[in-house]
Protein backbone atom coordinates (compact mmCIF):
# COMPACT_ATOMS: atom_id res chain seq x y z
CA UNK A 1 0.00 0.00 0.00
CA UNK A 2 1.79 3.60 -0.85
CA UNK A 3 2.65 5.63 2.11
CA UNK A 4 0.88 8.91 1.04
CA UNK A 5 -2.15 6.16 1.38
CA UNK A 6 -1.65 4.87 4.75
CA UNK A 7 -0.60 8.43 6.22
CA UNK A 8 -3.73 9.82 4.90
CA UNK A 9 -6.05 7.10 6.17
CA UNK A 10 -4.14 6.77 9.57
CA UNK A 11 -4.95 10.74 10.10
CA UNK A 12 -8.59 10.58 9.13
CA UNK A 13 -9.26 7.48 11.84
CA UNK A 14 -7.14 9.51 14.25
CA UNK A 15 -9.34 12.45 13.80
CA UNK A 16 -12.10 10.38 13.71
CA UNK A 17 -11.30 8.04 17.38
CA UNK A 18 -10.43 11.80 18.83
CA UNK A 19 -14.30 13.01 17.99
CA UNK A 20 -15.60 9.26 19.36
CA UNK A 21 -16.95 8.66 16.17
CA UNK A 22 -15.55 5.26 15.85
CA UNK A 23 -19.35 3.61 17.23
CA UNK A 24 -17.27 0.12 18.03
CA UNK A 25 -15.35 -0.22 14.49
CA UNK A 26 -11.70 -1.59 14.78
CA UNK A 27 -9.62 1.36 13.77
CA UNK A 28 -6.88 -0.93 12.00
CA UNK A 29 -9.74 -2.50 9.61
CA UNK A 30 -11.02 0.87 8.98
CA UNK A 31 -7.70 2.81 7.98
CA UNK A 32 -7.53 -0.08 5.79
CA UNK A 33 -10.55 0.17 4.05
CA UNK A 34 -10.03 3.58 3.45
CA UNK A 35 -6.60 3.21 2.23
CA UNK A 36 -7.97 0.35 -0.08
CA UNK A 37 -10.83 2.90 -1.14
CA UNK A 38 -8.59 5.48 -2.18
CA UNK A 39 -6.50 2.87 -3.87
CA UNK A 40 -9.58 1.58 -6.44
CA UNK A 41 -10.59 5.23 -7.03
CA UNK A 42 -10.76 7.14 -10.37
CA UNK A 43 -10.66 6.16 -13.90
CA UNK A 44 -10.08 2.71 -14.66
CA UNK A 45 -11.78 -0.92 -15.58
CA UNK A 46 -15.03 -1.67 -14.74
CA UNK A 47 -17.88 -4.01 -15.91
CA UNK A 48 -21.08 -2.45 -17.41
CA UNK A 49 -23.63 -4.84 -16.34
CA UNK A 50 -26.30 -1.94 -16.56
CA UNK A 51 -27.84 -3.14 -19.99
CA UNK A 52 -27.05 0.48 -21.18
CA UNK A 53 -24.93 -0.09 -24.06
CA UNK A 54 -23.41 3.48 -24.35
CA UNK A 55 -23.16 4.51 -20.99
CA UNK A 56 -21.84 7.79 -20.65
CA UNK A 57 -20.96 7.51 -16.75
CA UNK A 58 -19.25 4.34 -17.56
CA UNK A 59 -17.33 5.90 -20.81
CA UNK A 60 -19.48 4.98 -23.43
CA UNK A 61 -18.08 2.55 -26.13
CA UNK A 62 -15.22 0.04 -25.77
CA UNK A 63 -12.25 0.82 -27.60
CA UNK A 64 -11.45 -1.54 -30.99
CA UNK A 65 -8.73 -4.60 -29.86
CA UNK A 66 -6.51 -2.27 -32.61
CA UNK A 67 -7.51 0.74 -31.00
CA UNK A 68 -6.39 -0.54 -27.53
CA UNK A 69 -3.66 -1.76 -29.59
CA UNK A 70 -2.24 1.28 -30.90
CA UNK A 71 -2.73 3.58 -27.70
CA UNK A 72 -0.60 1.22 -25.96
CA UNK A 73 1.77 1.35 -28.51
CA UNK A 74 2.44 5.37 -28.14
CA UNK A 75 5.12 6.49 -26.21
CA UNK A 76 6.67 9.06 -27.88
CA UNK A 77 4.04 9.38 -31.31
CA UNK A 78 4.21 11.08 -34.60
CA UNK A 79 1.02 13.33 -34.09
CA UNK A 80 2.05 16.41 -35.49
CA UNK A 81 5.04 15.49 -37.58
CA UNK A 82 5.69 13.76 -41.63
CA UNK A 83 6.80 11.43 -42.19
CA UNK A 84 8.62 11.70 -45.72
CA UNK A 85 10.09 15.03 -44.77
CA UNK A 86 10.43 15.41 -41.43
CA UNK A 87 9.10 18.99 -40.69
CA UNK A 88 6.32 19.84 -38.97
CA UNK A 89 2.78 18.38 -40.28
CA UNK A 90 -0.74 18.34 -39.55
CA UNK A 91 -1.87 16.19 -36.83
CA UNK A 92 -5.59 16.30 -38.29
CA UNK A 93 -4.08 14.63 -42.09
CA UNK A 94 -4.65 11.23 -41.31
CA UNK A 95 -8.02 11.28 -40.02
CA UNK A 96 -9.43 13.52 -42.48
CA UNK A 97 -8.22 10.74 -45.25
CA UNK A 98 -10.07 8.28 -43.56
CA UNK A 99 -13.22 10.09 -43.23
CA UNK A 100 -12.82 11.23 -46.99
CA UNK A 101 -12.58 7.66 -47.66
CA UNK A 102 -15.15 6.66 -45.54
CA UNK A 103 -18.17 9.20 -45.58
CA UNK A 104 -16.93 11.16 -48.82
CA UNK A 105 -16.56 14.47 -46.92
CA UNK A 106 -14.57 17.26 -48.64
CA UNK A 107 -12.92 18.03 -45.32
CA UNK A 108 -13.03 17.03 -41.90
CA UNK A 109 -11.76 18.45 -38.25
CA UNK A 110 -11.71 16.60 -34.64
CA UNK A 111 -11.87 18.15 -31.69
CA UNK A 112 -12.28 17.07 -27.82
CA UNK A 113 -16.17 16.14 -27.91
CA UNK A 114 -19.10 17.12 -30.43
CA UNK A 115 -20.30 19.48 -27.73
CA UNK A 116 -17.07 21.35 -28.92
CA UNK A 117 -18.11 20.56 -32.37
CA UNK A 118 -20.94 22.03 -32.11
CA UNK A 119 -20.09 25.43 -29.92
CA UNK A 120 -16.90 25.96 -32.50
CA UNK A 121 -19.72 25.43 -35.48
CA UNK A 122 -22.02 27.60 -33.88
CA UNK A 123 -19.28 30.25 -32.71
CA UNK A 124 -17.16 30.05 -35.98
CA UNK A 125 -20.23 30.54 -38.45
CA UNK A 126 -23.47 32.46 -36.72
CA UNK A 127 -21.40 34.81 -34.06
CA UNK A 128 -23.79 37.81 -33.93
CA UNK A 129 -26.27 36.75 -36.18
CA UNK A 130 -29.06 33.91 -36.30
CA UNK A 131 -29.39 30.48 -36.81
CA UNK A 132 -32.72 28.87 -37.18
CA UNK A 133 -33.59 26.22 -35.16
CA UNK A 134 -36.88 23.60 -34.99
CA UNK A 135 -38.80 23.88 -31.47
CA UNK A 136 -38.87 20.13 -32.03
CA UNK A 137 -35.19 20.28 -32.25
CA UNK A 138 -34.09 22.18 -28.84
CA UNK A 139 -32.80 19.28 -27.22
CA UNK A 140 -30.68 18.73 -24.01
CA UNK A 141 -28.61 15.71 -23.42
CA UNK A 142 -26.84 14.13 -20.34
CA UNK A 143 -26.23 17.18 -17.69
CA UNK A 144 -25.14 20.29 -19.35
CA UNK A 145 -26.06 19.53 -22.92
CA UNK A 146 -28.41 22.04 -23.75
CA UNK A 147 -28.51 23.73 -27.48
CA UNK A 148 -30.26 27.14 -26.61
CA UNK A 149 -27.69 27.56 -23.65
CA UNK A 150 -24.88 26.32 -26.36
CA UNK A 151 -26.13 28.41 -29.07
CA UNK A 152 -26.12 31.50 -26.43
CA UNK A 153 -23.24 31.12 -25.61
CA UNK A 154 -21.46 30.56 -28.93
CA UNK A 155 -22.96 34.21 -29.30
CA UNK A 156 -25.43 33.70 -31.66
CA UNK A 157 -29.49 34.53 -31.49
CA UNK A 158 -31.46 31.52 -31.88
CA UNK A 159 -34.66 31.63 -33.57
CA UNK A 160 -36.67 29.17 -32.74
CA UNK A 161 -39.02 28.00 -35.59
CA UNK A 162 -42.49 25.70 -36.05
CA UNK A 163 -43.94 23.79 -33.22
CA UNK A 164 -43.00 21.26 -30.68
CA UNK A 165 -44.42 18.54 -32.93
CA UNK A 166 -44.39 19.90 -36.24
CA UNK A 167 -42.17 22.03 -37.92
CA UNK A 168 -42.13 22.31 -42.19
CA UNK A 169 -39.89 23.49 -44.82
CA UNK A 170 -42.24 27.32 -44.84
CA UNK A 171 -41.31 27.89 -40.81
CA UNK A 172 -37.34 27.76 -42.04
CA UNK A 173 -38.15 29.76 -45.23
CA UNK A 174 -40.48 32.46 -43.42
CA UNK A 175 -37.61 32.81 -41.01
CA UNK A 176 -35.14 33.79 -43.43
CA UNK A 177 -33.69 37.47 -42.79
CA UNK A 178 -30.47 39.61 -43.38
CA UNK A 179 -29.66 38.42 -40.13
CA UNK A 180 -29.56 34.80 -40.50
CA UNK A 181 -26.13 32.68 -40.63
CA UNK A 182 -27.24 29.32 -40.25
CA UNK A 183 -29.89 26.92 -40.63
CA UNK A 184 -29.27 24.23 -37.65
CA UNK A 185 -30.68 20.71 -37.58
CA UNK A 186 -30.31 18.56 -34.54
CA UNK A 187 -30.54 14.65 -33.94
CA UNK A 188 -33.29 14.48 -31.69
CA UNK A 189 -30.99 11.68 -29.68
CA UNK A 190 -32.81 10.47 -26.40
CA UNK A 191 -36.23 11.20 -27.15
CA UNK A 192 -39.16 10.35 -29.30
CA UNK A 193 -42.17 12.37 -30.02
CA UNK A 194 -45.39 9.72 -31.24
CA UNK A 195 -48.53 11.16 -33.08
CA UNK A 196 -49.10 13.68 -34.79
CA UNK A 197 -45.23 14.98 -36.38
CA UNK A 198 -43.94 16.65 -38.77
CA UNK A 199 -39.83 17.52 -39.43
CA UNK A 200 -38.56 19.27 -42.61
CA UNK A 201 -36.41 16.63 -44.33
CA UNK A 202 -32.47 16.92 -44.79
CA UNK A 203 -33.06 17.21 -48.67
CA UNK A 204 -35.47 19.82 -48.22
CA UNK A 205 -33.26 22.25 -45.90
CA UNK A 206 -30.27 21.55 -47.65
CA UNK A 207 -32.64 22.60 -51.33
CA UNK A 208 -33.89 25.63 -49.62
CA UNK A 209 -29.83 26.30 -47.65
CA UNK A 210 -28.15 26.18 -51.30
CA UNK A 211 -31.26 28.48 -52.87
CA UNK A 212 -30.78 30.85 -50.13
CA UNK A 213 -26.52 30.56 -49.80
CA UNK A 214 -27.28 30.14 -45.94
CA UNK A 215 -24.88 27.11 -44.67
CA UNK A 216 -26.86 23.98 -43.68
CA UNK A 217 -25.78 22.01 -39.86
CA UNK A 218 -26.60 19.00 -39.27
CA UNK A 219 -25.36 17.79 -35.74
CA UNK A 220 -26.24 13.70 -36.51
CA UNK A 221 -25.21 13.39 -32.83
CA UNK A 222 -24.30 9.25 -32.35
CA UNK A 223 -22.44 9.67 -35.98
CA UNK A 224 -23.21 6.09 -37.39
CA UNK A 225 -21.16 4.84 -40.04
CA UNK A 226 -23.43 1.28 -40.83
CA UNK A 227 -26.57 0.99 -42.66
CA UNK A 228 -28.70 -0.44 -39.64
CA UNK A 229 -31.39 -1.53 -41.89
CA UNK A 230 -28.81 -4.26 -43.37
CA UNK A 231 -29.19 -5.88 -39.77
CA UNK A 232 -32.90 -5.54 -39.37
CA UNK A 233 -32.65 -2.56 -37.30
CA UNK A 234 -34.62 0.83 -37.79
CA UNK A 235 -32.81 2.91 -39.96
CA UNK A 236 -30.47 5.61 -37.97
CA UNK A 237 -28.77 8.39 -40.19
CA UNK A 238 -25.49 7.72 -41.18
CA UNK A 239 -22.52 10.42 -41.61
CA UNK A 240 -22.72 9.60 -44.96
CA UNK A 241 -26.43 10.78 -45.43
CA UNK A 242 -26.08 13.53 -42.79
CA UNK A 243 -23.22 14.77 -45.47
CA UNK A 244 -26.43 16.39 -47.33
CA UNK A 245 -25.75 19.34 -44.88
CA UNK A 246 -22.78 21.75 -45.41
CA UNK A 247 -21.07 20.80 -42.38
CA UNK A 248 -22.17 17.95 -39.78
CA UNK A 249 -20.83 17.24 -36.28
CA UNK A 250 -20.70 14.02 -34.38
CA UNK A 251 -19.66 12.18 -31.22
CA UNK A 252 -16.73 9.85 -31.52
CA UNK A 253 -17.74 7.36 -28.84
CA UNK A 254 -21.42 6.81 -29.81
CA UNK A 255 -22.39 4.54 -32.46
CA UNK A 256 -18.50 5.13 -34.48
CA UNK A 257 -17.42 3.41 -31.46
CA UNK A 258 -14.17 5.10 -30.98
CA UNK A 259 -12.84 7.17 -28.34
CA UNK A 260 -14.46 10.75 -27.00
CA UNK A 261 -13.92 12.60 -29.77
CA UNK A 262 -15.98 15.61 -31.56
CA UNK A 263 -16.28 15.13 -35.84
CA UNK A 264 -16.47 17.81 -38.10
CA UNK A 265 -17.45 16.61 -41.64
CA UNK A 266 -17.97 19.24 -44.34
CA UNK A 267 -16.71 21.03 -47.72
CA UNK A 268 -13.36 22.76 -47.68
CA UNK A 269 -14.58 26.67 -47.44
CA UNK A 270 -16.38 25.41 -43.71
CA UNK A 271 -13.92 23.45 -42.09
CA UNK A 272 -10.91 25.98 -42.91
CA UNK A 273 -12.84 28.84 -41.52
CA UNK A 274 -13.53 26.52 -38.33
CA UNK A 275 -9.63 25.53 -38.55
CA UNK A 276 -8.63 28.89 -38.49
CA UNK A 277 -10.68 29.95 -35.28
CA UNK A 278 -8.32 30.71 -31.93
CA UNK A 279 -10.57 28.07 -30.15
CA UNK A 280 -9.33 25.79 -32.42
CA UNK A 281 -6.12 25.40 -30.40
CA UNK A 282 -8.17 25.04 -26.83
CA UNK A 283 -10.40 22.34 -28.24
CA UNK A 284 -7.62 19.77 -30.37
CA UNK A 285 -7.00 16.07 -29.46
CA UNK A 286 -4.11 14.79 -27.98
CA UNK A 287 -2.06 12.10 -29.23
CA UNK A 288 -4.07 9.32 -27.55
CA UNK A 289 -7.38 10.46 -28.73
CA UNK A 290 -5.76 10.30 -32.74
CA UNK A 291 -4.40 7.42 -32.31
CA UNK A 292 -7.24 5.51 -30.96
CA UNK A 293 -9.97 7.34 -33.40
CA UNK A 294 -7.54 6.55 -36.46
CA UNK A 295 -7.17 2.54 -35.45
CA UNK A 296 -10.99 2.70 -34.94
CA UNK A 297 -11.62 4.55 -38.46
CA UNK A 298 -9.11 2.10 -40.05
CA UNK A 299 -11.08 -0.82 -38.90
CA UNK A 300 -13.90 0.28 -40.62
CA UNK A 301 -12.24 1.55 -43.74
CA UNK A 302 -9.54 -1.91 -44.31
CA UNK A 303 -11.67 -4.69 -42.22
CA UNK A 304 -14.09 -7.01 -43.89
CA UNK A 305 -16.61 -7.27 -41.85
CA UNK A 306 -15.83 -4.04 -38.78
CA UNK A 307 -19.20 -4.77 -37.03
CA UNK A 308 -17.35 -7.90 -35.77
CA UNK A 309 -14.37 -5.89 -34.65
CA UNK A 310 -16.34 -2.93 -33.23
CA UNK A 311 -17.65 -3.82 -29.94
CA UNK A 312 -20.00 -1.72 -29.75
CA UNK A 313 -21.75 -3.07 -32.61
CA UNK A 314 -21.06 -6.87 -32.07
CA UNK A 315 -22.89 -5.63 -28.49
CA UNK A 316 -25.80 -4.30 -30.25
CA UNK A 317 -26.13 -6.88 -32.84
CA UNK A 318 -25.25 -10.33 -30.74
CA UNK A 319 -28.68 -12.49 -30.61
CA UNK A 320 -30.02 -13.09 -27.32
CA UNK A 321 -29.58 -16.62 -27.86
CA UNK A 322 -25.86 -16.27 -27.91
CA UNK A 323 -26.30 -14.34 -24.84
CA UNK A 324 -28.37 -17.46 -23.17
CA UNK A 325 -25.37 -19.60 -24.28
CA UNK A 326 -22.56 -17.21 -22.39
CA UNK A 327 -24.47 -17.15 -19.36
CA UNK A 328 -25.28 -20.62 -19.10
CA UNK A 329 -21.46 -21.30 -20.03
CA UNK A 330 -20.11 -19.05 -17.15
CA UNK A 331 -21.82 -21.19 -14.67
CA UNK A 332 -21.57 -18.36 -11.53
CA UNK A 333 -24.66 -20.25 -10.27
CA UNK A 334 -26.83 -17.20 -10.26
CA UNK A 335 -30.43 -17.24 -11.80
CA UNK A 336 -30.79 -16.78 -15.84
CA UNK A 337 -33.21 -13.96 -16.77
CA UNK A 338 -34.82 -12.93 -19.44
CA UNK A 339 -34.10 -8.96 -19.69
CA UNK A 340 -33.99 -5.46 -21.47
CA UNK A 341 -31.08 -3.78 -23.06
CA UNK A 342 -31.17 0.00 -24.22
CA UNK A 343 -28.55 1.53 -26.82
CA UNK A 344 -28.23 4.33 -25.03
CA UNK A 345 -26.21 7.67 -25.43
CA UNK A 346 -28.60 9.09 -27.73
CA UNK A 347 -28.93 6.52 -30.41
CA UNK A 348 -32.10 4.71 -31.73
CA UNK A 349 -33.85 6.38 -29.04
CA UNK A 350 -36.81 4.22 -28.09
CA UNK A 351 -35.47 0.91 -29.08
CA UNK A 352 -35.21 -2.05 -26.88
CA UNK A 353 -32.83 -5.14 -26.97
CA UNK A 354 -34.15 -8.64 -25.85
CA UNK A 355 -30.99 -9.56 -23.94
CA UNK A 356 -30.48 -11.59 -20.97
CA UNK A 357 -29.13 -11.46 -17.56
CA UNK A 358 -28.14 -12.98 -14.51
CA UNK A 359 -30.33 -12.15 -11.35
CA UNK A 360 -28.00 -11.25 -8.34
CA UNK A 361 -30.25 -10.76 -5.79
CA UNK A 362 -33.96 -11.20 -5.28
CA UNK A 363 -34.19 -8.26 -2.73
CA UNK A 364 -31.81 -5.73 -1.39
CA UNK A 365 -30.63 -4.59 -4.87
CA UNK A 366 -29.40 -1.08 -3.35
CA UNK A 367 -27.15 -2.96 -0.67
CA UNK A 368 -26.05 -6.06 -3.44
CA UNK A 369 -25.17 -3.00 -5.86
CA UNK A 370 -22.69 -0.94 -3.27
CA UNK A 371 -21.39 -4.95 -2.79
CA UNK A 372 -20.56 -5.02 -6.99
CA UNK A 373 -19.60 -1.97 -7.42
CA UNK A 374 -17.04 -2.89 -4.41
CA UNK A 375 -15.49 -5.68 -6.35
CA UNK A 376 -12.74 -5.37 -8.50
CA UNK A 377 -13.29 -4.49 -11.14
CA UNK A 378 -16.41 -2.78 -9.34
CA UNK A 379 -19.36 -4.33 -10.99
CA UNK A 380 -22.62 -2.16 -12.45
CA UNK A 381 -25.54 -3.36 -12.67
CA UNK A 382 -28.44 -2.66 -13.53
CA UNK A 383 -31.89 -2.63 -10.58
CA UNK A 384 -35.22 -3.84 -12.13
CA UNK A 385 -37.95 -4.77 -9.84
CA UNK A 386 -36.10 -4.23 -6.74
CA UNK A 387 -33.61 -6.66 -7.87
CA UNK A 388 -29.97 -6.17 -8.99
CA UNK A 389 -29.75 -8.07 -12.31
CA UNK A 390 -25.84 -8.20 -14.45
CA UNK A 391 -27.32 -7.90 -18.48
CA UNK A 392 -24.91 -9.32 -20.46
CA UNK A 393 -25.62 -7.42 -23.72
CA UNK A 394 -23.59 -4.22 -22.17
CA UNK A 395 -20.40 -6.59 -21.85
CA UNK A 396 -17.65 -7.00 -23.48
CA UNK A 397 -16.21 -10.14 -24.57
CA UNK A 398 -13.27 -9.50 -21.97
CA UNK A 399 -15.78 -8.32 -19.41
CA UNK A 400 -17.84 -11.37 -19.13
CA UNK A 401 -14.94 -13.38 -18.82
CA UNK A 402 -13.71 -11.19 -15.95
CA UNK A 403 -17.23 -11.47 -14.35
CA UNK A 404 -17.05 -14.79 -12.81
CA UNK A 405 -13.71 -13.83 -11.41
CA UNK A 406 -14.91 -10.81 -10.10
CA UNK A 407 -17.84 -12.27 -8.35
CA UNK A 408 -16.05 -14.91 -6.47
CA UNK A 409 -15.14 -11.44 -4.17
CA UNK A 410 -19.04 -11.03 -3.38
C1 LIG B 1 -24.39 13.20 -27.64
C2 LIG B 1 -24.78 14.37 -28.43
C3 LIG B 1 -24.10 15.59 -28.29
C4 LIG B 1 -22.97 15.77 -27.32
O1 LIG B 1 -21.88 15.00 -27.69
P1 LIG B 1 -20.65 14.72 -26.67
O2 LIG B 1 -19.81 13.77 -27.45
O3 LIG B 1 -21.26 14.15 -25.43
O4 LIG B 1 -19.98 16.02 -26.42
C5 LIG B 1 -24.51 16.65 -29.07
N1 LIG B 1 -25.55 16.54 -29.91
C6 LIG B 1 -26.23 15.39 -30.07
C7 LIG B 1 -27.38 15.36 -31.02
C8 LIG B 1 -25.87 14.26 -29.33
O5 LIG B 1 -26.56 13.12 -29.47
Redesign the pocket.
Known amino acids: MPRPLIAEAARETVAAMRAGGLNGLDPVALCRQKAEERLRSGCRGAINATGVLLH?GLGRAPLCKAAQERVSSLHHASVEIELDTGRRGDRQAHCRWLLQRLTGCEDALIVN????A?FLTIRTLAAGREAIVSRGQL?E??GS?RLPDIIEQAGARMREVGTTNKTRIEDYERAINDQTALILR??P??FKIEGFTEEASISELSELARSRGIPLMD????GCLIDTRRYGLPHEPTLQESLKANVV?A????LIGGP?A?LILGGKEIVSKLAANPLMRALRPGAITLAALEATLETYLYSENPVDEIPIWRMILESQESLRKKARRLKTGLPIVDTVAAIG??ALPGLSLPSVGLQASDSQADEVARKLRSLDPPVFPRIVDGKAILDLRSMTEGEIEALPWALKGL
Open positions: TNNAAVIIGFCHSNDAGSTSGDKQGGG
